[in-house]
Structures are given as C-alpha cells and as structure tokens.
C-alpha cells in the first residue's frame, strides 16, 4: 500500500481543527497535525499577496486520496485551495501499519 501526506493550507487554525476533525472522524487521515503561523506569499487576481495561513498534514493512504481531496474541498473557504499529496517513500513500518489500520474508504 502507498502512503501519502496531503499537505493543505487554511485560512485559520479553527478552519483546520474543523476539517481535521472531519478527515480523521470519517477515517479519512488516521491523523492530522495542523501547523500555525505560517506566512504565505503568492500571486493572486494579479497582486502580490501576503498573509497568515494554517497548515494542515493529514496522513493517508493513496486509495483515499480522491476521497479526501473531495471533502476538503466540500468544507473549505477558500475558492481555489491548496490541497496536494506528498508520498511517503519509507518510515516506520509499525506507523505505516496503524495509518492503513486507522484509514478506510468512505461507504
């Protein structure tokens, strides 16, 4: 099995405890760490734009990842997220068995 990050950027650290707990509540992510603080620069409408976003990391499995994308986009403020997977090329097999233990598809 493939294991995946999704790396997701959100307006405010109440925003991604919501569709955190979602992900992890709908064993979409078995879990989710949401990172604060972070300061983005981008272009946006043709202006260069600066401003505080949330970052969330959900950790998955690649079977869910259509899913998952899915339902962030249902819940999130934003009209254009950023919500992109990252793949786990190695780690603790234990902690890879628990992510494909605690994830399944939706049904």
Request: with cysteine; aromatic share 10%; net charge negative.
């Amino acid at each position: 099995m493939d294991f995946l990050f999704a790396y997701i950027t959100l307006s405010s650290e109440e925003e991604a405890r919501r569709i955190g707990t979602v992900l992890v509540e709908e064993r979409l992510a078995a879990c989710v760490n949401i990172l604060s603080q972070m300061e983005s620069h981008y272009w946006w409408d043709g202006k260069l734009e600066t401003s505080h976003e949330v970052v969330l990391i959900a950790k998955t499995t690649s079977p869910l990842k259509e899913a998952l994308q899915r339902r962030v986009l249902s819940l999130h403020s934003y009209s254009c997220p950023c919500v992109v997977f990252l793949p786990i090329s190695g780690g603790n097999p234990d902690y890879l068995e628990w992510i494909a233990r605690e994830t399944r598809k939706p049904g």
